[in-house]
């Protein structure tokens, strides 16, 4: 494998500012502490800093001296922009037909403020996470995490989700999937889905956000998904609508 020639600190800003934007921390909660994140990242404090000082120099964060290091963001901080990906996930369905799945964690636990609100769970309502690798041709292509409230999980077991796709599960339970809120975007790879997948930390990946829901509205699952790029290749054929047809262009087709 190739080593990586970004300075490290470099890295770590990168990962921590993705993990600030995707709202795990919250708008405004605290990171962990500089000795906390420089073993979880096995780097000086001192790298770390220096990590920080970038962060802090965007205005993502603020540092309170014997109190902590404080998100700081915005809601513009953290809107993406938004586009149609439905035959973008048609395409790896098929994709996933092909290749070999491996449950590796399955645990139910108390969710996140942000997950419980994502889902719209009770107060004391877990959710039942699982992660799975799906490989193919024997090299691991993408890591899934998916969250489902915990009535819903209680219906499958461990050795059920190891065997059968997820939406088996809902549908052999009389769970109707009806829709979803997509979104697609670029993510760099933190140290569990880099070993996972057998990439540097900080490598680019292809990451999917998937809330699925059912006919009645109510949220079923969430779904992270991380792809290798190098391993997916998406193409679709376009064409240009008249002025008639509102402009612009349109998908006609799609492969992998």
């Known amino acids: 494998m190739i080593s990586n020639p970004t300075p490290r600190y470099y890295r770590i800003y990168r990962l921590l500012k993705q993990a600030i934007k995707n709202l795990e921390y919250g708008f405004d909660g605290v990171l962990p502490s500089e000795h906390a994140l420089a073993k979880k990242y096995d780097v000086s404090r001192l790298t770390i800093r220096r990590s920080l000082d970038l962060l802090q120099q965007e205005g993502l964060i603020k540092k309170h001296q014997g109190v902590g290091t404080f998100v700081s963001l915005t809601q ?57 690798v799906r490989s193919y041709q024997e090299q691991p292509f993408s890591h899934l995490t998916t969250y489902v409230p915990e009535a819903i999980g209680r219906l499958y077991s461990r050795e059920d989700l190891a065997n059968h796709p997820l939406h088996e599960l809902f549908k052999k339970n009389g769970i109707q999937v009806h829709s979803a809120d997509q979104s697609l975007t670029a993510a760099l790879a933190d140290p569990e889905r880099a070993a996972a997948l057998n990439v540097e930390p900080g490598s680019a990946l292809l990451f999917l956000r998937r809330l699925v829901k059912d006919s009645s509205g109510r949220p079923i699952e969430y779904l992270e998904a991380a792809y290798q790029p190098d391993r997916y290749e998406y193409k679709m054929k376009l064409r240009m609508l008249s002025d008639d047809e509102g402009g612009g262009w349109e998908i006609q087709n799609h492969s992998n």
């Open 76 to 132: 513009a901080q953290t809107s993406p922009l938004k586009a149609d990906i439905n035959a973008l996930m048609s395409s790896l369905t098929e994709m996933g037909s092909l290749t070999q799945l491996k449950l590796i964690h399955f645990s139910y636990e108390a969710p996140i403020p942000w997950l419980k609100s994502l889902l719209e769970l009770e107060d004391d309502e877990q959710v039942q996470k699982s992660i799975r």
